[in-house]
C-alpha cells in the first residue's frame, strides 16, 4: 500500500514568489494535516481536514497561506509571497478517524528553501 | 498555551546500553501520547502511544511510562542498535486519537556510538 505522498520533495524559491505543495494521502484516510517543520524542531500543526472541511486553521498565517481540499481526498498548501522565514519542511499526513481510529501516517514532506 | 517540553536535545550511548528520553507537558486535558522516530529525509513515524489509562506500554526493546499527577512521560530504548540513531519526538494529544491536534516536542538526536 502506498503511504502518504507529497511532491515536490525539494523547491527553491526567491522571496516574494507564490509556491505550492501537493498531498496524496493514504486511501481511505478521511483526516489530514499539513504541518510545518523548522530545522532542529517539531512539527507545529498548520491545518487540519476531516473530509473537505478544515476543522482546525488556528495556526494557519492566512495572510499568506492557503490550503484546500477538494473532494476530500488530495490536498494543496500555498504560500504567497513567500518570505524568507517560510523555509522549513513542510510535512503532510493522513489518517483514519471513526469507529477505528488510525495513527497519523506521515509523508517525506517538501523542503522549502526562500532565497 | 499548550507546551510539550522534551530532554535531552542529544544523547549519545553506547550499542548496548539504554537510552532514555523525558517529556513534560502543560495541558491537563491531554490523554494520548505518542512518541516518533524520524531518520533523514523521511517524515515522523509512530513507534509507540500510550493513553492516559495506563502507566506504562512495552513493545519488545521500547517501552514508556506516563506519570499524569506530574505530567510527564519517558522514553525507554534498551538494548540499543545501530539503527536506532534518529531524532526521536513525544507528543501529546487531547482526545484518543492520533487524529486529534498533535503537540510536538522539540526532539532528540540519539547516536548510538557502535
Known amino acids: 500500500e502506498a503511504g502518504v505522498v507529497q511532491s515536490p520533495r525539494y523547491k527553491i524559491i ?15 484516510h478521511n483526516t489530514l ?15 487540519r481536514y476531516e473530509n473537505e472541511e478544515a476543522v482546525d486553521d488556528s495556526q494557519l498565517p492566512k495572510d499568506r497561506f ?6 476530500g481526498v488530495d490536498s494543496t498548501l500555498k ?7 517560510d523555509s522549513a519542511v513542510y510535512l503532510c499526513a493522513s489518517s483514519f478517524q471513526g469507529a477505528m ?10 523542503r522549502l528553501t526562500v532565497v | 498555551g499548550e507546551n510539550v517540553e522534551q530532554h535531552p536535545s542529544t544523547l549519545s550511548v553506547q550499542e548496548g546500553d539504554s537510552a532514555v528520553i523525558k517529556c513534560t507537558y ?3 486535558a491531554s490523554n494520548y501520547f505518542p512518541w516518533y ?20 506500554k512495552k ?22 542498535q545501530p539503527e536506532d540513531s534518529a531524532v526521536y519526538f513525544c507528543a501529546a494529544s487531547r482526545g484518543y486519537s492520533s487524529a486529534s491536534k498533535i503537540i510536538f516536542g522539540s526532539g532528540t538526536r540519539l547516536s548510538i556510538r557502535p
Open chain 1, 14 to 28: 526567491e522571496k516574494k514568489q507564490p509556491v505550492a505543495f501537493w498531498c496524496n494521502p493514504i486511501s481511505g
Open chain 1, 33 to 47: 494535516y499539513w504541518y510545518r517543520q523548522n530545522l532542529g524542531q517539531g512539527p507545529e500543526l498548520l491545518i
Open chain 1, 66 to 71: 492557503s490550503a484546500e481540499r477538494l473532494k
Open chain 1, 79 to 85: 504560500i504567497q509571497p513567500a518570505e524568507l522565514g
Open chain 1, 101 to 110: 481510529d488510525t495513527e497519523a501516517f506521515f509523508g517525506q514532506g517538501t
Open chain 2, 26 to 28: 502543560s495541558d491537563s
Open chain 2, 37 to 56: 522516530k524520524q531518520e533523514l529525509g523521511k517524515g515522523p513515524q509512530l513507534i509507540i502511544d500510550i493513553r492516559s489509562n495506563v502507566g506504562e
Open chain 2, 59 to 80: 513493545d519488545q526493546r521500547i517501552a514508556v511510562t506516563l506519570n499524569k499527577t506530574a505530567k510527564h512521560f519517558s522514553l525507554h530504548i534498551t538494548e540499543t
